[in-house]
């Protein structure tokens, strides 16, 4: 008989780890930004990242791998606006979501393609393999993409997307949130990484955000509600920058 896995079960894991990892940098480790690939409290995560080394290929044409694949006439206007991409508006609370990408030392990252992908109000993914019984919006399919500009800023116009269940355990729910890719100058240098929502009761539950055992470097993953940001009798507006590299990096999903 199986035992069902709970969510007590996961948030002790979680704390037990959080408590290790708090001991060891009082001892002296380095702090880390990034959490072990093989996290357990989510329980899938041994099935996300390599479990070999890594094997040197030596193809001439892999070079392909490493040519620019998009440009500047490939992003059209309406790419960062995923309110605009359907014949009526999605339904939910729009936001305009604002920041910059920067390298370690807070210079901008010019030209990056940046990538966005999320539910819809209701908590759900406009994709095949997503059965949570929440509605699909025909006017919302949760997907953007824009350029940098010469500051390094991005910025996007959407929903907040709801919170939805996942079967890492028994009442398992995901806080809202938004996925981010960057691409580099590259396919193979592709970053991706996710954005939450300030104040969400379910941070303390969700071992994927957990994971990051870090304080500092969880709390980087929060964005901050800007009230300049927001369009008056249009949308709420948040801010969050992307830091590549370095002390204050933004965790990055290693091993996807």
């Not at 920041?99 to 209701?122: M, T, Y």
């Not at 390094?152 to 028994?170: I, L």
Request: hydrophobic residues 35%; negative net charge; contains cysteine.
């Amino acid at each position: 008989m199986t035992i069902p896995l709970t969510q007590g079960r996961i948030s002790a894991e979680i704390a037990e780890r959080r408590e290790a990892y708090a001991k060891a940098v009082a001892a002296g480790a380095p702090e880390r930004t990034h959490p072990d690939r093989g996290y357990a409290p989510y329980r899938s995560s041994v099935l996300r990242h390599p479990g070999k080394p890594l094997v040197a290929l030596h193809d001439p044409e892999a070079v392909e791998l490493s040519g620019p694949v998009f440009g500047v006439t490939d992003v059209t206007a309406l790419d960062h606006d995923l309110t605009r991409q359907h014949q009526g508006e999605p339904l939910g609370e729009r936001i305009r979501v604002t920041g910059r990408v920067l390298d370690h030392d807070g210079r901008p990252v010019r030209g990056q393609l940046v990538e966005v992908w999320q539910a819809n109000a209701s908590g759900r993914y406009a994709h095949q393999r997503d059965d949570h019984p929440a509605p699909l919006d025909p006017n919302f399919t949760g997907v953007g993409r824009c350029l940098t500009d010469d500051q390094g800023a991005y910025e996007f116009v959407t929903v907040k997307p709801g919170a939805y269940p996942w079967r890492n355990h028994v009442n398992a729910w995901r806080p809202a949130h938004i996925h981010f890719s960057l691409f580099g100058n590259a396919f193979t240098q592709r970053l991706i990484t996710q954005m939450y929502f300030p104040g969400d009761p379910l941070f303390a539950y969700d071992p994927i955000l957990q994971s990051v055992t870090d304080d500092s470097a969880r709390r980087r993953l929060v964005a901050t509600y800007d009230h300049d940001v927001s369009t008056p009798e249009w949308s709420l507006g948040y801010r969050w920058d992307i830091v590549l590299d370095g002390p204050a990096a933004t965790w990055i999903e290693e091993g996807c």
